[in-house]
């Protein structure tokens, strides 16, 4: 685990307030780190008062370069298949448990300098099912849940073999594909792995926690796009597509970390208000 400087985050001076009492705990995706993920978010969260705080997780030595040679500079990480050809250091791609590891323990870490008795958990892609395993094994820790792009029945990742055509090109279809960009943490997230399946035994939710999930239906990455809603939200919960009000808006899996109607969307959620309005 690595806390890296982040605009908006990791001021550990940051002190809870009584209208915002939790601190907010950001969760990157597979091949990618707190940095590239949370530019905008971060800035947006704390303007809104919170304190917020985000850990480089799951971290493994991955080529800066792709086999056929072209720079994955847009999208960061290969995967074990081209490890071997130069080391350079990606998060986010070891097993789903390990990261859960990391994660408590900065969690555990942020609790103990702010004094908060619990924490908000914005988690995008791969980072929501790593929460889903921190919560599953830490009870009572946090307040909400805001997925975002996170497939809670698993992906199928049509998208990937036209993103990194190498893999499409030697017949590896969304799943092998995400196996060898994402690493274990893409083999534990297509449907009907051992994790997933655990995950979901007994809901696809945990009691006392406000969850919000977060979807655009232009995902290329997160396929079937429902797959990142909850399949049954009860209460509280809610789910939000991106398009919702907006039609013809179209998102990619990344610009929902960027795109101003999902950054409203995801602190909308965090604090539990009403979305923003239709556009």
């Not at 921190?134 to 792009?149: E, K, L, N």
């Not at 055509?165 to 196996?179: K, L, N, R, S, V």
């Amino acid at each position: 685990m690595d806390v890296p400087p982040l605009a908006g985050a990791n001021d550990f001076s940051c002190r809870p307030t009584r209208d915002k009492p939790y601190p907010v705990i950001l969760a990157h995706g597979a091949a990618t780190d707190a940095q590239r993920s949370f530019g905008a978010l971060a800035p947006a969260l704390r303007s809104q008062g919170y304190c917020v705080f985000a850990a480089d997780v799951g971290r493994v030595p991955l080529p800066t370069f792709g086999l056929n040679g072209v720079s994955d500079a847009g999208w960061p990480g290969l995967g074990p298949v081209a490890a071997a050809v130069q080391g350079n250091v990606v998060y986010g791609v070891a097993d789903i448990g390990s990261q859960a590891v990391q994660l408590a323990a900065f969690v555990a870490m942020v609790r103990g300098v702010t004094g908060a008795s619990k924490v908000e958990m914005v988690g995008h892609s791969t980072g929501g099912t790593e929460i889903r395993e921190y919560v599953r094994r830490h009870p009572g820790v946090v307040d909400s849940v805001v997925t975002v792009g996170t497939p809670y029945r698993g992906s199928t990742f049509d998208g990937l073999p036209k993103m990194f055509p190498f893999y499409g090109a030697i017949g590896m279809d969304g799943e092998q594909t995400a196996a060898q960009v994402f690493g274990p943490a893409g083999a534990e997230q297509v449907p009907g792995t051992p994790t997933l399946t655990r995950l979901n035994a007994h809901g696809e939710t945990e009691p006392g926690i406000r969850y919000t999930a977060i979807a655009s239906r232009t995902d290329e990455v997160i396929t079937p796009a429902e797959t990142a809603l909850l399949a049954d939200p009860q209460g509280d919960n809610r789910n939000i597509w991106i398009q919702d009000g907006c039609p013809g808006l179209a998102v990619s899996h990344n610009e929902l970390l960027s795109n101003p109607r999902a950054i409203a969307e995801i602190t909308a959620a965090v604090a539990g208000a009403p979305p923003p309005p239709p556009c």
